[in-house]
């Protein structure tokens, strides 16, 4: 009943910026812990970025300064804010979230994915 789609992905050059979001829809009593993933060809999925319920933040080191995570509770989104993008960011990027539904449901969804290109 809970449904995750990312959008904002892209081919960019490198230096360029990129933001993603992601918005949850479905029968959701509350978001807890909101993050991005990414996963390049032939390569494990790795956590980029997260935020929690309270706004805490926290960024894998190959990014930090660079992307910003933040989120709007009202509307069940989840942003990241990718600058300075090099091509080593090139990769499908997923949406996930903590997700305690009406029914007193919890789980981590996942998003579909979006892909992200940064050209040399």
């Known amino acids: 009943q809970v449904q995750l789609v990312e959008s904002g992905g892209g081919l960019v050059q490198a230096g360029g910026v990129l933001r993603l979001s992601c918005a949850a829809s479905?029968?959701?009593?509350?978001?807890?812990?909101m993050r991005w993933y990414r996963q390049a060809p032939g390569k494990q999925r790795d956590l980029v970025a997260g935020?929690?319920?309270?706004?805490?933040?926290s960024y894998r080191d190959s990014v930090k300064g660079r992307f910003t995570i933040s989120r709007d509770n009202a509307k069940n989104t989840v942003y990241l804010q990718m600058n300075s993008l090099e091509p080593e960011d090139t990769a499908v990027y997923y949406c996930?979230?903590?997700?305690?539904?009406?029914?007193?449901?919890?789980?981590?969804?996942w998003g579909q994915g979006t892909q992200v290109t940064v050209s040399s």
């Open positions: 996930n979230a903590d997700v305690s539904t009406r029914w007193g449901r919890a789980g981590t969804y």
């Open positions: 479905g029968s959701i009593s509350s978001i807890g812990a």
């Open positions: 935020i929690n319920s309270g706004g805490g933040t």
